[in-house]
């Protein structure tokens, strides 16, 4: 059984910072990244993910931390944690996997002593056959569940972690991955194989999905009946059977995970009998058209967007549901204003229909009528001009 003495984080997004962070407190981490001004920042002392436990944890932990631009730096007898993007490829329908089955190859060719954990979320068969394909290596699937804005605070508050397949090292793994976490139930630990650790990580996440479009369907029943969704919906989750558990509409489900992990779960079921699944997926898109609609019909001509980011605490607006509902409407005749404050990619928005701004004052002003995904304190003065489903003022 093989002794851990050093940890290898490729990728320092989402995923593999909190992960990372987590585990230095027990051991030494090395980040490995090609982004340069990443690493920069981690070694600068900050976190290169908005959130404020991760700039907290690097502090705390910077003695066990150091960063890498090369595979070449892994070691014997270390635990390397791949944390790479695995995108949902439209044309393949699947995710697209080549980034891990790239990497692998090359710590193979290293020879040396590690054991490698896949945290990517794959499709199920994935690891399987990467572990066929190379049976000299150690791969191990550990999926994690970490919500944006408060991933590191899920990464050492697990509910539960789940190891795949089971072998002679699989304890070791799970020891490692324990370590991280305060005061963890070892009884939460579930060890698996590969194909029923995947189905569990893309299960868990379409479920959730379900959940929120299920939860935006009765608000857009509520709308439209002129009924308090706070009531209907408080009624509802009084059930224990239902609870309160991502109970606050919002303009649809978006982020990292939800969308293409859905799409990977409706692909998953080819030549399977489902309606479920797909019909999580159209409801998602419907709930978009609805509340864009709700907006032209207010008649305002010059429409802000208050940030774009999934949630509040997040800087993430790759698949966000506010983006989603901006371009629906720049098929109107309207002018949209964003005040967004943080540095995001909006190449996706180049349209000159489109201008943004990061003075607050400038925004309010210019913009008749201000789009929310999610309030804050910052704009509670502008009730009066606000449209938003954020209900229950909770992420």
């Not at 990580?201 to 379900?210: G, I, Q, R, V």
């Amino acid at each position: 059984m093989m002794s851990i003495k050093k940890i290898f984080i490729i990728g320092a997004g989402y995923v593999g910072l909190a992960n990372g962070l987590a585990l230095a407190k027990s051991f030494k981490v090395i980040f490995i990244d090609n982004d340069q001004k990443k690493l920069d920042i981690i070694n600068g002392g900050h976190s290169p993910i908005k959130e404020d436990d991760l700039n907290i944890a690097i502090k705390n932990y910077s003695h066990n931390i150091r960063t890498s631009n090369s595979i070449k730096s892994i070691e014997d007898e270390s635990l390397v944690i791949l944390s790479l993007p695995t995108n949902y490829d439209e044309e393949l329908e699947s995710f697209d996997t080549s980034v891990i089955d790239s990497i692998v190859q090359e710590i193979s060719d290293l020879k040396k002593k590690v054991m490698i954990v896949i945290k990517s979320t794959v499709p199920i068969g994935y690891t399987g056959k990467l572990i066929a394909k190379n049976p000299q290596a150690s791969i191990y699937f550990s999926p994690e569940f970490l919500r944006e804005g408060k991933s590191f605070e899920d990464a050492t508050n697990p509910e539960r972690i789940i190891i795949s397949p089971i072998d002679d090292n699989t304890e070791t793994v799970s020891k490692v991955l324990c370590s991280a976490a305060i005061n963890f139930d070892k009884n939460d630990v579930h060890m698996m194989n590969t194909d029923e650790a995947e189905s569990v990580k893309l299960f868990s996440n379409s479920y959730l999905a379900m959940r929120v479009a299920f939860i935006n369907e009765i608000d857009t029943f509520c709308e439209e009946k002129k009924l308090n969704p706070i009531n209907v919906i408080n009624g509802i989750c009084k059930d224990s059977r239902i609870g309160k558990g991502y109970n606050n509409p919002s303009f649809g489900y978006g982020g990292y995970c939800f969308p293409k992990d859905i799409k990977q779960t409706q692909n998953a079921f080819k030549n399977i009998p489902e309606s479920i699944i797909s019909a999580v997926i159209e409801s998602n898109d419907n709930r978009a058209v609805f509340i864009a609609r709700k907006i032209l019909k207010t008649k305002k001509k010059v429409i802000g967007f208050y940030r774009l980011n999934m949630k509040a605490g997040s800087d993430n607006i790759r698949n966000s549901s506010s983006v989603k509902v901006l371009k629906i409407l720049l098929d109107y005749d309207v002018k949209i204003i964003v005040y967004e404050s943080l540095n995001v990619d909006k190449s996706d928005l180049q349209n000159s229909k489109v201008s943004f701004t990061n003075d607050f004052e400038i925004f309010s002003n210019k913009s008749e009528i201000i789009v929310a995904n999610r309030l804050t304190k910052e704009i509670e003065a502008l009730d009066n001009k606000i449209y938003t489903r954020d209900i229950f003022y909770e992420n």
